[in-house]
């Protein structure tokens, strides 16, 4: 359940090092301004006040975080066994991409799925050398337990994402389940918060009453607008997301239907 979901309560807070350990950087003082101060307790105060600290404030101070050189970028809602971030890791090799998925057991097989990626990239450019079989490849991919219905802002940051995939999500068919789908009026706006400008929703399904309830709530967001489909079919992302996912490949021997929509965020009006 929720109560076992670790969550930090800030993206700042958030430690991505264990994720993406290739990508750790020495902590330097330089930043310090950025960074929340030390002794900052991992919880506001109801209030919202900052608190007070005193020299002899025995509170122990938190393990400092160990930074990474880069943010994530890319978010897979729902990722299940990983099909689309293994396919999409080498083709963006300098963008950190993270998938999100709440059950605990699917969550372990995609960790265990990247580590032994990692290490065959790594065993395959120690024997063949060179340039032939670079040693990088999949650490840029990581997964994370979390049910994206409740902390997605407290993972990323505003317009930190530059793209968003949610591919056959749950369709949860029965009316009164409509509101555990995870497109809604109320999470399309936290989509729009994380993306940035010129950011891509990327959805695909195989229900048809799905799809279109994920077209009817993006368009009617004023933050998103759909993407044409000369432009949807010409972006790679769309291609592998058709044929990469495991539900994809499922709706494929099945000879099914699939669903595609794009929607792009949109600039904010200026006040
Ligand atoms: N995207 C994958 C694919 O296309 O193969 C998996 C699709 S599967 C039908 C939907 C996945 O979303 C499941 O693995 C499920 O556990 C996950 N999921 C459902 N609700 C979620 C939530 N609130 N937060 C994170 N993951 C969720």
Known sequence: ???QLIYPPHPDQMDWSSLYPHYIVENKPQNQ?????PSQPSSQTVSGESP???D???TP???ALRRISKDVEVADIGCGF???LIALAPTMPDTLILGLEIRVSVTQFVEDRIKALRAQSLAQSETEGGDAAPAGLYRNVGVLRANTMKFLPNFFRKAQLSKVFICFPDPHFKARKHKQRIVSATLASEYAYVLRAGGIVYTITDVPDLHEWMVQHFDAHPSF???GEVEQE???CVGIMRTETEEGKKVERHKGAKHVALFRRLEDPEW
């Open 61 to 63: 101070e938190p393990p």
């Open 225 to 227: 607008e759909r993407v």
């Open 1 to 3: 359940s929720d109560h």
């Open 82 to 84: 990983g099909g689309l």
């Open 234 to 236: 010409a972006d790679p």
């Open 56 to 58: 002899n404030d025995s």
């Open 33 to 37: 301004k950025d960074q929340p101060p």
């Open 52 to 54: 007070v600290y005193s």
